[in-house]
């Protein structure tokens, strides 16, 4: 196993049309899921929630998605109907992650933002560990007023992302990354 920093040095996300069967366990979705929910967490708000989608579950989910597409775009193709019905089916699990805002004049908006972010990423982590490939994506259906309201979302949540997970059938090529002497600056006073 490489060490910690050896693995967050060659992480790298999957295209979910290359995630497939087998998905993680009940028992490693569910350390997956605790794992997430380990993050910095100011005044333990917890401003997020997981909404999982895995088995048939992901095809009746495609219906929603297909309806919603049809209701809220002008003339969707039958082919585009047709992506929409098997999107969830691109990998064995999908996860959900709600970015709730719980007021609190101590925890300001950004700051819970940050926090579901950061769940979103130790999910991915998480399942990167156990050995399996992700995809943290929006997509179209994380803004869709159709979407939200078929997941039953309250008016202070919104979706952060859908968080794709399987066993890759293809090991991808690294993409190139930023060079720290563009990104990095150190204040001098």
């Known amino acids: 196993m ?13 295209k979910p049309a290359l995630l497939r069967e087998p998905g993680p366990s009940p028992e ?20 997020w929630r997981f909404i999982v989608f895995e088995g048939e579950a992901r095809a009746k989910f495609g219906e929603v998605l297909a309806e919603v597409c049809a209701a809220e775009e002008k003339e969707p193709s039958p082919v585009r109907l047709e992506t929409e019905r098997g999107r969830f089916m ?26 579901t972010g950061a769940a979103c ?8 560990a156990l050995g399996y490939g992700t995809s943290w994506i929006t997509e179209w259906y994380a803004f869709s007023p159709g979407v939200r309201k078929a997941l039953g979302l309250g008016d202070n949540e919104r979706i ?14 690294d993409r190139e990354r930023p060079a720290l002497s563009d990104i990095v600056t150190r204040w001098q006073g």
Not at 28 to 47: F, W, Y
Not at 121 to 128: D, H, K, P, V
């Open 28 to 47: 490693e979705l569910e350390k997956i899921l605790t794992a997430a929910a380990r993050v910095p967490d100011h005044k333990k708000l917890v401003p």
């Open 160 to 173: 952060a992302g859908f968080i794709y997970i399987g066993t890759e059938s293809e090991k991808q090529q």
């Open 90 to 115: 691109r990998a064995p699990v999908v996860v959900a992650v709600i970015s709730r805002i719980v007021p609190n004049p101590a925890v300001p908006e950004l700051e819970q933002i940050l926090s």
């Open 121 to 128: 990423f130790n999910l991915c982590l998480a399942a990167n």
């Open 2 to 14: 490489p060490s910690l920093i050896d693995f967050l040095l060659t992480r790298r996300s999957s």
